[in-house]
C-alpha cells in the first residue's frame, strides 16, 4: 500500500523532513518513489507540490495523520 510520509533529513538536533510516496513496509528513511515536497518544523515552512500530490492520491496513496493535517493547512485536501 502506498503512503504519503515524512523522510527525516537534516543534522543532529535540527530536523527537516521531505514528504515522500512510500510503499508503507519500507522504512522511514528508505528508497522514495517520488518526492513532492518538503516541510522544516522549525521555521515552519512547507512547500509541496499540488499536483504531484494529487495524482497520487488519485492513484489510491493514503497520507499519514501528520502529512493529512499538513495538506489540509495549505488547502491541498479539503
Same mark, same amino acid.
Given at each position: 500500500? /502506498?503512503? /504519503? &510520509?515524512l523522510k527525516r533529513i537534516g543534522r543532529k538536533r535540527s530536523p527537516s523532513y521531505r514528504l515522500v510516496i512510500m510503499e508503507n513496509s519500507t &522504512? &522511514?528513511?528508505g528508497r522514495p518513489i517520488d518526492e513532492v515536497g518538503y516541510y522544516d518544523p522549525i521555521t515552519k515552512t512547507s512547500k509541496f507540490d499540488a499536483i504531484k500530490i494529487k495524482k497520487w /492520491?488519485?492513484?489510491g496513496a493514503k497520507p499519514t495523520d501528520t502529512i493529512f493535517n499538513l495538506l489540509k493547512k495549505s488547502n491541498i485536501i479539503e
Open positions: 500500500m /502506498l503512503k /504519503l &510520509r &522504512r &522511514r528513511d /492520491l488519485n492513484y
